[in-house]
């Protein structure tokens, strides 16, 4: 499948690396294919770009949380996990979603509060809404 995206140009996805998101995403429920993008030559990206296939309009930066220091640990409900087709709790990765920070603010803001799920293994990805605090989110150093 070719794109145009407005942000990496024109890519061809193969279907392998076509993320599901059944639900969609808040504010977005008719975006529901998804790949994860990156510069050419960088073997290790510490930023991603979320491209929606459906609307190659819609895109998003997206990181690994130890990229931004943090370390998470939240529980899924089990409509969740069923819908990730989760089995395997290591096949669980999660993401985070990013935007520049107000000018003379913090350059990078992370939404913490909303992070992506994504099975590994079947493709198959959630936005986790925490409408709680007492999630654990712990700043670890980062080198």
Same mark, same amino acid.
């Given at each position: ?5 407005? $942000?990496?140009? &024109? ?6 690396? $076509? ?20 510069? &050419? ?15 190659? &309009? ?14 998470? &640990? ?6 969740? !996990?069923?819908? #990730? ?20 603010? *913090? ?9 992506? !799920? ?17 999630? *654990?989110?712990? #700043?670890?150093?980062?080198?």
């Amino acid at each position: 499948m070719k794109i145009t995206s407005p $942000i990496v140009g &024109e890519v061809d996805v193969s279907a392998d690396r $076509i993320i599901d998101f059944p639900a969609g995403l808040p504010g977005f429920e008719a975006c529901r294919q998804f790949t994860l993008l990156h510069s &050419e030559g960088n073997d290790a990206p510490k930023l991603f770009v979320l491209q929606c296939l459906d609307d190659p &309009e819609v895109a998003f930066t997206v990181t690994p949380p130890d990229i931004v220091g943090l370390n998470y &640990e939240f529980t899924l409900t089990d409509d969740e !996990v069923a819908n #990730l087709q989760l089995g395997n709790a290591d096949d669980a990765s999660v993401l985070l979603i990013v935007s520049r920070g107000e000018p003379g603010a *913090s350059p990078v803001r992370a939404n913490v509060m909303a992070p992506l !799920v994504v099975n590994t293994a079947t493709r198959r990805g959630v936005q986790k809404i925490i409408g709680k605090v007492d999630t *654990s989110v712990t #700043l670890k150093a980062v080198a």
